[in-house]
């Protein structure tokens, strides 16, 4: 028997993508959750074979809870599904060795195969989202820029993210212009959301 934890904010949908599952003879879902922590929770208490992480879940994201899992040295296998094939996520998601990154648009008989190829010690991946990775963009934030984005993403202030990262005012504004800059764009707020939108923060 196959199982798994599944992690998906949309109680419609993970409430169907549970059932679907159910159906098979050789796979049973052994606990659901609505965001990342509560994923983090149940895997630790279920040690499931499969973990199904959406990408995008509140509290901590699906590759937030990918990394906790590596770096832990969890056994369990990850499958990251998402809506969007941003490139800064599949390469994010690469980089953490994930065993399947699908598309949520696919016909739930390829999530069932793709879930018995990750327990063949197969790797599975969307079509759609390795021409994606093929045409990637670098990303050109350093690691320190990318941070500040997302601090202030969640709105936090110029101060509160130097009191945050222990940095001065002066610094975090020079981070944020140098990052402003290289998103080519007028403002913090579309910085962010550009950032976002390639998958870079």
Known sequence: MIRIV???DQQMLRGALTSLLQLEEDIQVVAQASDGK????????HQPDVCILDIEIP???GLEVAEHIRRHQWPCRIMIVTTFARPGYLQKATDLQVEGYLL???PIETLVGAIRKVMNKEKVISPELMTALFHREENPLTEREQEVLRLAKEGQSTRQIAQTLFLT??????YLSTAIQKMEVDSRHH???KAEKKGWI
């Open 6 to 8: 599944i992690a998906e």
């Open 38 to 45: 509560d994923a983090l929770d149940a895997i630790a208490c």
């Open 59 to 61: 509290v901590m994201t």
């Open 104 to 106: 949520k648009d696919e």
């Open 169 to 174: 005012t002066g610094t975090v504004r020079n």
């Open 191 to 193: 910085a962010i959301v």
